[in-house]
């Protein structure tokens, strides 16, 4: 068992993070996944528990913690009527089959792997809150048959391969078939929990080698409790900031944040 002086730097680090994400949260309305990931991997990799298993470890994690912080959010939204309730219903068995076949292809895959593949997914993600637009839309409605399967089991699957809840893709998905955004973002804090309990579950069940301490399966326990703890913290405050901030500038930044974040993942990957 790790002496204190050895847990230590890893519990100040995974507080920072927490903090950190939980003020992007509330300040922009981004689900911290896509923050959390990439931490928690140059976190656990400076502090010397790096191996072919540690993305995994971070995708886990950061989807455990997206089970609690989605479920406030969808507590929250249906306060206030957002939440499109008729979408998750006929949703929900498409995302979460999506979400566990992502478990499975994540569970088998190296962290080099799913490294380029987070960086690809993030740099996308980012492009797009960079330059995308309200105006552009694929339809009027939300697709049904074949194609609301395929979008789907998309959404859960590539969330999981990103260890990021529903935001990420399931808003730039309904605002493109012409949902009003508050309510997108209301409907994807529902789809965070769909695609993060299934996959957490079977995460729980893998056999990580030379995992950070306290690890049950892929999913670090220090860090979970930790992150859930400092964004319940921060995040009012990210709340405040954004009533008193123009969105639009700072949404921007945090593009070109990611956008670089995903880059430098990538550019670890190809050059050591």
């Known amino acids: 068992m790790p002496d204190f002086m050895t847990l230590l730097p890893m519990i100040a680090l995974l507080m920072a993070i927490g903090a950190f994400a939980g003020v992007i949260a509330g300040l922009l309305g981004v689900g911290g996944g896509i923050v959390l990931v990439p931490a928690f991997f140059y976190a656990f990799s400076h502090l010397g528990y790096s191996g072919p298993e540690l993305m995994q470890v971070c995708l886990a994690t950061s989807l455990a913690t997206i089970i609690v912080t989605s479920a406030r959010s969808v507590m929250a939204h249906n306060k206030k009527g957002a939440v499109d309730w008729d979408v998750l219903r006929s949703w929900w068995p498409f995302i979460g089959s999506g979400a566990i076949v992502g478990m499975l292809v994540a569970s088998s895959l190296r962290s ?46 590539f969330s999981v391969l990103m260890g990021i809840g529903g935001g990420s893709f399931g808003v730039p998905t309904m605002s493109l078939y012409n949902m009003p955004i508050h309510r997108a973002v209301a409907t994807a804090a529902g789809f965070g929990i769909i695609i993060a309990v299934p996959s957490v579950i079977g995460f729980l069940f893998l056999d990580i080698a030379s995992p950070p301490p306290y690890t049950i399966g892929a999913v670090n326990l220090p860090a979970f409790g930790l992150v859930i703890a400092m964004t ?23 593009a070109i944040f990611i956008t670089l974040v995903a880059l430098n993942m990538l550019r670890k990957v190809i050059f050591g």
């Open 232 to 254: 319940l913290m921060t995040a009012p405050i990210g709340v405040k900031l954004a009533h008193t901030m123009d969105p639009a500038p700072l949404k921007r930044i945090f």
């Open 112 to 157: 080099t792997t799913l490294q380029i593949i987070f960086g690809v997914l993030a740099l996308t993600a980012g492009l797009y809150m960079a330059f995308g637009k309200s105006h552009w839309r694929l339809g009027q409605a939300m697709p049904v048959g074949p194609k609301r399967m395929g979008i789907g089991a998309g959404v859960g699957f």
